[in-house]
């Protein structure tokens, strides 16, 4: 039986266990979205994971929509990462890079532009500005010919996140952003080769997936999806043909691994379909939302997953792995209010068991 202590092959590297760092934004960069160097420690407190995926890094201006997140489209960007990869792989841990481009959730005060998505909708609820929330712009549809350009700005990022020393990178296709509102019918309305079909809708992921594996090797590209229920106002209303097909697709590119971020509980509309896309992908499949380690430790000793990520108990417990095993007390996160803010405070200040005790 396998245990989250396992060792688990990603691509060319081989983690010491299968409990991941779910990618988690936390706005602590500049306004011009360069990494600062309090990223350092709070990225190497963390090395225990499995694997450490990045908070969302916007791939250009355009796509940027999350005030002080750290991006990966320019070389000061891509140099200033540097020290926090160099900072986990001396630590002993291994990180990937999530890249973000964010479509119709883009704030015009933003990038300076309207934003694109697939269609011309807007998004429910209030964008994040560096002038407070401010309620979504309608979005303009994303011309077939600006098709290259977009993915050659994935590409190139990815290219960065190489070169500024990540293990690898993961395209965030999950949680109602750009690549999301093209997979899903709630948000594409399109009646081109990007819409309607399951095939069409699927087009963009695939196309910049392949992009991505040609650019750092498929061994070095994973990809997220959020299959079941409402993300930002993106749902689909039939999402299992649609995912199966997506991670049949991913399958045949080889990709390092899939993460699935499916939400469960009451609030959530859609069960999970993570049972039927087990069935439809033979890679490594990591599982996330709402785990507790008893429920990872089930899900990877059962075979429903070869890993589980972990966000919200990451930001409070620098040595989750470590207490896991140990089966030592977990602390809780501060305020919500401390995981996005530009302090200091609720950021790399929660102290491994060991220096608390
Ligand atoms: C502070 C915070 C920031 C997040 N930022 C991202 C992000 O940048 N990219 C992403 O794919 N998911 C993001 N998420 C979602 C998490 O990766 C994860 O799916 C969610 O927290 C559920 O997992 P958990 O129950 O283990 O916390 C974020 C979640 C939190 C709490």
């Not at 590297?13 to 990223?39: C, E, S």
């Not at 089930?298 to 990520?309: F, H, M, P, R, T």
Request: hydrophobic share 40%.
């Amino acid at each position: 039986m396998t245990s989250l202590f396992d060792p688990l092959a990603i691509g060319d590297i081989l983690l010491p266990n299968r409990i991941l760092m779910a990618p988690m934004t936390r706005a602590r960069g500049t306004r011009q979205h360069v990494p600062l160097p309090r990223m350092v420690d709070y990225y190497a407190q963390r090395a225990g994971a499995g694997l450490i995926i990045s908070e969302a890094a916007p791939i250009s201006l355009h796509g940027a929509g999350w005030p002080y997140s750290p991006g990966l489209w320019t070389e000061e960007q891509t140099e200033a990462w540097k020290p926090v990869t160099q900072a986990v792989h001396a630590a002993g841990g291994r990180i990937f890079a999530q890249l973000w481009h964010m479509g119709r959730v883009v704030h015009p005060a933003m990038s300076g532009e309207q934003p694109v998505s697939a269609s011309a909708t807007t998004a429910p609820g209030e964008a994040h500005t560096y002038e407070g929330r401010q309620p979504y712009a309608e979005a303009r549809p994303l011309r077939v010919d600006e098709v290259p350009a977009l993915i050659a700005d994935y590409v190139r990022a990815a290219r960065n996140a190489i070169a500024a020393g990540f293990d690898g990178v993961q395209l965030h296709a999950a949680n109602g952003y750009l690549i999301d509102q093209f997979l899903r019918d709630s948000s594409n309305l399109r009646t081109d080769e990007y819409g309607g079909s399951i095939e069409n809708r699927t087009r963009l992921l695939l196309e910049v997936t392949r992009a991505l594996a040609e650019a750092v090797g498929p061994q070095r590209t994973s990809v997220r999806l959020s299959p079941n229920g409402d993300s930002q106002g993106v749902i689909d209303s039939n999402p299992e043909p649609l995912f199966t097909h997506a991670v049949r697709e991913l399958d045949k590119i080889g990709i390092a691994f899939l993460e699935l971020r499916e939400p469960r509980g009451d609030a959530i509309t859609q069960p999970p379909i993570s049972p039927a896309i087990r069935a439809n992908f033979s890679g490594v499949l990591v599982l996330n939302s709402d785990y507790t380690p008893q429920e990872a430790a089930e899900a990877v000793e059962s075979g429903k997953a070869d890993a589980v990520s972990f966000g919200r108990l990451f930001i409070a417990n620098p040595d989750l792995p470590e207490r896991i095993r140990r089966a030592l007390p977990l602390a809780e996160p501060k305020p919500a209010a401390t995981w996005y803010s530009q302090e200091d405070e609720g950021y790399a200040d929660y102290p491994s068991y060991e220096a608390a005790a």
